[in-house]
């Protein structure tokens, strides 16, 4: 996203871009910043960790030479996904360090050049809270809390809660899944329209509110403006039937009950995977719609209260398909799918 940034800068002619990083290009990325250079920008790459001493340094340096800097982005990151309970501090430091300590380091090293603005690119988790995501939500959230801290000492800053971009950088794999991204072209669009209205906070969601704001979410008052009154009944839908035991409970043994709890597993499946209304083969692989851990751990913290039980950490993941998954949670809930009894 920094590159293609590099890139709308230039189309807009920018007189300079100074890149950064810590690993020099590649020869693909090298050849693009020759294509961006032929365009008339003077195309400059500073490598090292912007959070280390110095680096920014370096950075304003190149900018300087010769003419006025006048406008910072920062879109440094690193990820580093797991279970709240189980992040370390190892992992918490290495997803802080280039975004929040890097932050800092642009901000004390530009505080006094007349900046027209000073953009950090935020993510919609810190909005959303995704699951798997504390770190990155939380140095996120640092980002917003930022924009507001230098904007209240006058210094222009734009913290952009960005939603998935899917045909550049680390979110590829979401469109690749069938989930619904920022193309490249819209998301500058965006971003011209942010900067040419002066903001503090914008965020961009691709597709319907609905597809990524999760039902627990909906009616915070931060996602009124966007979702208005079909929250709550959006909310009620992709939450599935409250009840599932007694519905299972007043199906007839065998089939039918084994039909309902797949049905609904598929429900839950589809909204964690966002497939809209597609259905669901029981019997597919649950790898080959781009199941992952992050959505294992969603749909795990989904089933855990509709089902009153606390599944192991791994649980979900042991089972290849619907059809076999609903086998396993019958047997660990206790609920007699091919009994007499009922469950
Ligand atoms: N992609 C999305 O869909 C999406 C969605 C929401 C928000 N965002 C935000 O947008 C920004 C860009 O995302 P992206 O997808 O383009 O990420 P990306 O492809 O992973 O690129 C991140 C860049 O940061 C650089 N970097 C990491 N640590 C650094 C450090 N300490 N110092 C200097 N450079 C460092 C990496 O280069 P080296 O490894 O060579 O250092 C890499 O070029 C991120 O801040 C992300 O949080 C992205």
Do not use: C
């Amino acid at each position: 996203m920094g590159l293609a940034t590099a890139a709308w800068l230039t189309s807009h002619r920018a007189g300079r871009v100074v890149l950064n990083g810590r690993s020099a290009p590649s020869p693909e990325v090298d050849e693009r910043l020759t294509e961006l250079a032929a365009q008339g920008t003077d195309i400059r790459v500073v490598l090292g960790d912007a959070a280390e001493p110095g680096v920014a340094e370096r950075l304003v340096a190149a900018a300087t030479a010769d003419v006025t800097l006048r406008g910072v982005v920062h879109s440094a990151m690193v990820l580093q996904d797991a279970a709240l309970t189980t992040i370390t501090r190892d992992q918490l430091h290495g997803v802080w360090h280039p975004k929040v300590f890097g932050a800092a380091r642009l901000h004390e090293t530009t505080e006094g050049l007349p900046l027209d603005w000073f953009v950090l690119y935020s993510s919609i988790s810190s909005l959303l809270g995704i699951l798997g995501q504390g770190s990155y939500a939380s140095a996120n959230s640092w980002l917003d809390g930022f924009a507001d801290w230098r904007s209240a000492q006058g210094l222009p800053t734009i913290s952009i809660n960005w939603g998935i971009w899917g045909e550049i950088g680390a979110g590829m794999i979401f469109k690749e899944r069938g989930y619904q991204t920022i193309p490249t072209g819209e998301g500058l669009h965006a971003l011209e329209t942010i900067l040419a209205h002066g903001r503090r906070h914008a965020g961009l969601l691709p597709g319907g509110p609905t597809a990524w704001i999760p039902p627990s979410g909906r009616s915070l008052p931060v996602f009124q403006a966007v979702i208005q009154d079909g929250g709550t009944q959006a909310a009620a839908e992709d939450d599935g039937p409250a009840d599932i035991r007694a519905r299972l409970r007043a199906a007839a043994a065998g089939v039918p009950r084994r039909t309902l709890l797949e049905e609904y597993l598929g429900e839950h499946l589809r909204v964690v995977l966002r497939l809209n209304q597609r259905t669901l083969d029981p019997d597919t692989p649950l790898r080959s719609f781009g199941f992952d851990s992050l959505l294992a751990l969603e749909l795990r913290s989904r089933l855990e209260p509709a089902l009153g039980i606390t599944l192991p950490g791994n649980f979900i993941w042991k089972y290849p398909t619907i059809a076999a998954l609903a086998g396993g949670l019958a047997d660990f809930a206790g609920l007699a799918l091919d009994g007499d009894d009922g469950p």
